[in-house]
């Protein structure tokens, strides 16, 4: 069976703090802010215009456990995701659930 890919395109814009002279590790807040610029036909509950935030919580001490210069493997790096939809949007629909996280403990 073939499955069907359906294709949204997003324009990002990413708000990054980063901490100069950080000496020890912390969690750490990424906030995006994307508004669809494209979508497929079958998104039927996705509206081009349709604006959404997502905000991940990283933990900057996690250390890459792939020795391959080509790519990187961080398990535990997102320790929290939110997604939300601007509450303008014409699309019905929403965000919803919680992710499959690891649950990373001390």
């Known amino acids: 069976m073939k499955k069907s890919k359906k294709v949204i395109n997003v324009a990002l814009a990413a708000a990054v703090w980063v901490l ?12 995006f802010v ?7 036909s079958q998104l039927t ?6 604006q959404f ?10 250390t890459d456990t792939n020795p391959s210069v080509g790519g990187g493997r961080f398990p535990g790096l997102v320790t929290a995701f939110v997604a939300v939809a601007n ?20």
């Open 87 to 106: 509450a303008g949007n014409s699309g019905s629909w929403s965000p919803s659930g919680t992710p499959d996280l690891p649950v990373q403990t001390s």
């Open 45 to 50: 509950n996705i509206d081009i215009g349709d």
């Open 34 to 40: 994307g508004t669809v610029t494209g979508k497929d």
């Open 53 to 62: 935030s997502v905000t991940l919580t990283i933990d900057d001490s996690v």
């Open 20 to 31: 100069s002279g950080a000496a020890s590790a912390a969690l750490q807040n990424l906030q």
